[in-house]
């Protein structure tokens, strides 16, 4: 059926290529410290690998063991962490979808979670 749809797609006009599909795609990373609380972001990559380097990089400016926390394409991404070293993050299609997500895989691992960052692919 998808592909039925797509050929109907090119076949009307809407597309004029199979890359057309996917040129809006649009990237975001948050990487994170847990020793040091240190945090960078990335928006608007036009790769999951470009928008998680950009983030491990800003992060690396103040920290030497910063990960990737989540990645998020055309969506947000959230980073939450909790008085005792805990943190959590996540994606969703908008900033309160992701915040909700990020506090509550925080708060499995912490108490006195609050929200770091919030950021959208497309900001």
């Known amino acids: 059926m998808k592909k039925i749809l797509f050929a109907c ?3 009307s006009g809407l597309m004029t290529s199979p890359v057309a599909a996917f040129a809006d795609d649009l990237f975001g990373a948050i990487a994170y410290s ?3 609380g240190s ?3 990335s928006t ?3 790769s999951r690998r470009a928008a998680e380097r950009e ?3 800003n992060c690396a400016d103040r920290a030497n063991d910063c990960e990737v926390a989540t990645y998020f394409k055309n969506a947000c991404g959230s980073l939450a962490a909790g008085s005792n070293g805990g943190w959590g993050a996540n994606w969703g299609d908008h900033m309160g979808e992701a ?3 990020a506090m509550k895989i925080c708060k499995q691992n912490d108490s006195g ?3 770091i960052v919030t950021k ?3 900001d």
Do not use: P
Request: glycine share 16%; proline share 0%; aromatic share 12%.
């Open 9 to 11: 797609a090119i076949a």
């Open 34 to 36: 847990g020793s040091t």
């Open 39 to 41: 945090f960078g972001w």
């Open 44 to 46: 608007g990559f036009n």
């Open 55 to 57: 983030a491990l990089g």
């Open 99 to 101: 915040e909700r997500k």
């Open 113 to 115: 979670c609050s929200v």
């Open 120 to 122: 959208c692919a497309d």
